[in-house]
């Protein structure tokens, strides 16, 4: 084995050259990376730091973003509308949100779109009881139904589910739940006969052996999944940056997938970020390797979105008379995807 030996002269010829480095940005030291170097930007995820959202906060704390070049500040998010004015403000590069969250906001602001899919299925589930299960729409007829927020996507969703299989919205009754396990004690409670939530927190309840009924609402109204959004000023400006986010992220979305124990993953993500799931006994590892093999299409795929699924939700929500018929439906640009993986 080669030994490594420190004299002063060695580490005088270090200091000088740190000194040197320090004082000449652009002159090259090897093996010292320059932060002068990197290009800044934010990224914004949809609700604060969850698991599910790994790929973005393990590129950050694996170093991935900054092998492609960029110095990314992850911020956590609290919902769609806030995503859609950051990205509009330029406060943020990219954001995260779902495709039915952008099709509604770009009919108020045409100034935003699509750059990628990062999950190509809705996140969302239908979760009910074993002992009274809701299989499709019309079994909501009559009954309260759960739902993250009001007037957010898992709404949006009820109701172009609803309008799949013409069943008045107004026979639904509504409920803001959250998104949480333990939103399915009101089942038990009889306060409501099921939920909208992300597929975490149906696996969560499976895994926990809860007597839960759960099937993804693309069931019914397909959709796109989870997309980063960026504002069309942002992406003619700024399109090679976009360009190395993508990558970075694709970068960590492989090595997520391929890794044979993501206890790593997770504890190097939870050094610098408080997860959600961070209070679970197993610090939310389960939810890791299940996020994980939901992320294996998207990874096959390079992040490219199902124009199938743009035109299904549009055409839904225009039914279920959430948004007006547009003249304009360019929701996503591939010109950024395309470049980063040339």
Request: glycine content about 8%.
């Amino acid at each position: 084995m080669q030994k490594f030996e420190i004299n002063r002269r060695n580490f005088l010829v270090g200091a000088q050259a740190l000194t040197i480095g320090a004082a000449l940005p652009g002159l090259s030291v090897p093996g010292i990376a320059h932060a002068a170097d990197l290009t800044k930007m934010t990224y914004l995820t949809p609700f604060g730091y969850i698991v599910g959202f790994a790929e973005t906060m393990y590129a950050d704390t694996a170093g991935i973003f900054k092998k492609h070049g960029l110095d990314v500040t992850v911020e956590g998010g609290r919902g769609s509308s806030m995503a859609v004015q950051q990205v509009t403000a330029g406060n943020a590069l990219v954001s995260r949100t779902g495709g039915t969250d952008l099709i509604k906001a770009y009919a108020k602001d045409p100034s935003i779109v699509a750059v990628g899919e990062i999950y190509q299925r809705d996140i969302f589930y239908m979760i009910s009881s074993k002992d009274a299960p809701i299989q499709k729409p019309e079994d909501m007829a009559g009954k309260t139904i759960g739902i993250v927020s009001a007037a957010g996507a898992t709404e949006n969703i009820l109701d172009m589910m609803l309008a799949a299989k013409d069943v008045s919205k107004d026979s639904v009754k509504r409920e803001v739940v959250g998104n949480a396990p333990a939103a399915f004690q009101l089942i038990k409670q009889g306060r409501i006969a099921g939920f909208i939530a992300t597929n975490d927190t149906a696996y969560q309840l499976q895994t926990a052996g809860e007597p839960v009924t759960a099937w993804s609402t693309d069931d019914v109204a397909l959709c796109p999944g989870q997309v980063y959004m960026t504002s069309k000023a942002q992406l003619k400006e700024k399109k090679e940056t976009i360009a190395k986010f993508m990558a970075a992220v694709y970068e960590s979305l492989g090595e997520m997938i391929n890794a044979k124990d993501l206890s790593p993953v997770l504890a190097s993500v939870s050094e610098k970020y408080q997860l959600a799931e961070g209070t679970r006994p197993d610090k939310g590892l389960a939810v890791l390797q299940y996020a994980s093999d939901n992320y294996k299409r998207a990874h096959t795929e390079k992040l490219k979105s199902n124009a199938e699924a743009w035109k299904s939700a549009y055409a839904l929500m225009v039914k279920a008379k959430l948004i007006p018929e547009l003249a304009d439906q360019n929701f996503y640009d591939d010109s950024a995807r395309e470049m980063a993986f040339l």
